[in-house]
């Protein structure tokens, strides 16, 4: 499993961060899931393969919904970085692998009051394009079904949230750390005045970390789990290592080409981490005290791709 699984995998086995996801994406907003009625599930299933071996398959998380010891449900989410033409399938034996447990069952178990409960799983794509691969097993067939069997075929379906294209309204009733990554994607300005305190810091540094590839949200975790650090001061703290270590690779060769290291750095990590081009050049005046001449002309010449 490679880094940028982990910190997907991470992320969402936060309790809160996992609850809130269920909760808007399925129930739009309405707290039905609590943290504290969940416990982690399964994710490991195992089937016989042909010759007598077996098959072990994993899914990123799941949690069960409790309620006096009893469960009522298991929520299931995985992460995609990509597009992954034959999830479909993948997804139906995750499914039926936790409705094969449930089939096992001791009979001692269902006489103590534990029913039959729901499997449901969400899918979470990442990647950089909305999903258009086949969402349920009937899509994979390479064969037309006879009308008559149509009846007859399961109606199977996966449910898939492309994380990078929700739309605005949905993305607002995150309240909680998901609501930053999100922004992170798809409205990054946002992020410069939000006094948000993340409940899980070294876990929402890691993911935008591996969205990003930048190194510099992994340099900052420690910088952000002490105590009152809210998102917006994780932005200036880059921004301002950015100006530091530009303008001391200037000093060495001459003050003034310090100066026009660290304004050249300030451009730089502000457009690298969304900050738009009108807030970087407040940024710039207040700085480095320039007129607005000398600002437009250090943002033509650094602004660039």
Request: glycine fraction near 8%.
């Amino acid at each position: 499993m490679g880094d940028k699984d982990k910190a997907e995998k991470l992320f969402v086995a936060c309790g809160d961060v996992f609850a809130e996801l269920v909760n808007v994406l399925l129930y739009r907003g309405k707290g039905i899931l609590s943290e504290e009625a969940m416990l982690p599930g399964p994710t490991e299933s195992v089937s016989p393969e042909p010759g007598g071996g077996v098959f072990s398959q994993f899914q990123d998380y799941s949690m069960y919904v409790m309620k006096r010891g009893e469960v009522l449900a298991l929520y299931t989410l995985e992460n995609q970085s990509s597009v992954e033409s034959r999830m479909a399938l993948r997804s139906a034996g995750y499914e039926g692998a936790a409705y094969r447990r449930q089939y096992r069952m001791k009979e001692k178990d269902r006489t103590k009051g534990q029913g039959i409960y729901p499997v449901i799983s969400l899918v979470l794509n990442w990647s950089e394009k909305r999903w258009t691969a086949a969402t349920s097993v009937r899509e994979l067939l390479d064969y037309a079904v006879p009308e008559e069997a149509e009846d007859y075929l399961d109606k199977n379906r996966m449910h898939v949230f492309d994380m990078r294209f929700l739309d605005g309204p949905v993305r607002e009733l995150f309240q909680g750390d998901m609501r930053v990554v999100l922004d992170y994607l798809s409205d990054r300005e946002s992020l410069l005045d939000r006094r948000q305190i993340l409940r899980n810091p070294e876990e929402v540094l890691r993911m935008l970390y591996a969205l990003s590839g930048d190194e510099r949200y992994l340099e900052n975790i420690a910088f952000v789990k002490e105590g009152g650090r809210a998102v917006c001061d994780l932005l200036d703290e880059m921004v301002n290592k950015g100006i530091e270590q530009g303008m001391q690779r200037g000093i060495e060769q001459g003050i003034q080409q310090g100066i026009q290291r660290g304004i050249q750095a300030l451009v730089t990590t502000c457009r690298e981490v969304g900050i738009t081009f009108a807030e970087t050049a407040v940024k710039l005046r207040e700085k480095f005290s320039l007129t607005p001449e000398e600002t437009e002309g250090y943002l033509r010449e650094y602004w660039t791709e």
